[in-house]
């Protein structure tokens, strides 16, 4: 009698997509929306007022409008991505905040260039929000790196803010004894954010065909969390959103009333940024370990105590 041919062992599929890179070249989107198109106003801040004649409160008003304009960007979001997919919608805004950011060296009046700024906020909304579900999607796909994989992404902020450490000195620097000098860097800034745009394409294509984990479900104890369940996270964001929006724009302009030096200034906001591209691995393990609000409010301290070390 014939032996039965045992079956052939099932081999599962292995799962060769590049997490890190796609993570990496997707954090260009964090980058382009709030390490260059709005924190790169605050090393243009001190040529842009002294060369205008601006107060600080019209000098304010740009971030103000800025801020105003990604509040409009964010909640339009979820429209838009009711018509359009994330990875389109990351290409589409980050070239739309390129082009806003290359407009706003051609004008010096207050009005279009208070228009300007609040249409890049409205634009880099939409690519922080659609680069940050595409993250969130990965992480879902590696559970035990998601902290990681979402760490990577938004500490691309800290990328933008070392290009523009290192980019936008020289150039003002070069331009200073041409008229409106400072919209040169404006102008490269704008190709910085276009060549992003055409980098994060690779991830935009791989991710399109690359959807979320299906037949995911509720581990057991774990809770739904109802809209009132935020309203401390975004009341301690808001916080939060308050005092670093201050910050970065006025500090440039502190360190230069100070009597710091082009040098110095160039190496303290690149320390800022490395110290933002670091943090994607430093807090990966607590919000791993934690899955509450808890790091929001660890974090939110531990601000609050920096910020107050300089006026001690």
Same mark, same amino acid.
């Given at each position: 009698?014939?032996?039965?041919?045992?079956?052939? #062992?099932?081999?599962?599929?292995?799962?060769?997509? #590049? *997490?890190?890179?796609?993570?990496?070249?997707?954090?260009l989107g964090a980058a382009v929306s709030l390490g260059i198109t709005r924190f790169a106003y605050g090393l243009l801040l001190p040529p842009m007022r002294e060369d205008l004649g601006w107060s600080y409160t019209l000098a304010g008003a740009m971030n103000t409008f800025n801020a105003l304009g990604y509040l409009v960007g964010a909640l339009a979001t979820p429209w838009l991505l009711r018509r359009m997919p994330p990875t389109r919608l990351l290409l589409a805004?980050?070239?739309?905040?390129?082009?806003?950011?290359?407009?706003?060296?051609?004008?010096?009046?207050?009005a279009p260039l208070l228009l300007q700024r609040m249409l890049a906020g409205a634009s880099s909304a939409v690519v922080l929000i659609a680069g940050g579900l595409l993250a969130a999607r990965l992480g879902s796909h590696q559970p035990r790196r998601s902290g990681l994989l979402l760490g990577i992404y938004y500490g691309g902020t800290g990328l933008g803010i070392v290009i523009s450490a290192l980019a936008v000195p020289p150039v003002l620097a070069a331009a200073a004894r041409q008229p409106h000098g400072w919209a040169w860097a404006w102008w490269l800034l704008a190709l910085v954010c276009l060549l992003a745009t055409v980098l994060m394409r690779w991830p935009a294509r791989v991710l399109a065909n690359h959807p979320s984990p299906s037949g995911q479900?509720?581990?057991?104890?774990?809770?739904? *969390?109802?809209?009132?369940?935020?309203?401390?996270?975004?009341? %301690?964001y808001a916080g939060f959103g308050v005092g670093y929006i201050g910050y970065m724009t006025f500090v440039i302009a502190l360190l230069?009333?100070? %009597?710091?030096?082009?040098?110095?200034?160039?190496?303290? *906001?690149?320390?800022?940024?490395?110290?933002?591209?670091?943090?994607?691995?430093?807090?990966?393990?607590?919000?791993?370990? *934690?899955?509450?609000?808890?790091?929001?409010?660890?974090?939110?301290?531990?601000? %609050?105590?920096?910020?107050?070390?300089?006026a001690l």
């Open positions: 009698m014939a032996r039965a041919t045992p079956p052939a #062992p099932i081999v599962e599929p292995t799962d060769t997509t #590049p *997490y890190l890179r796609l993570a990496l070249a997707l954090s805004g980050s070239l739309l905040s390129s082009l806003f950011m290359g407009l706003s060296g051609f004008f010096t009046e207050a479900s509720l581990e057991p104890g774990s809770r739904v *969390y109802r809209n009132r369940d935020f309203v401390f996270a975004l009341a %301690g230069r009333e100070q %009597g710091s030096s082009a040098v110095q200034i160039t190496v303290f *906001y690149a320390a800022l940024g490395l110290a933002v591209l670091a943090s994607s691995r430093i807090w990966a393990g607590l919000l791993d370990r *934690y899955r509450s609000g808890l790091p929001l409010a660890l974090l939110n301290a531990l601000l %609050g105590i920096a910020a107050l070390v300089p």
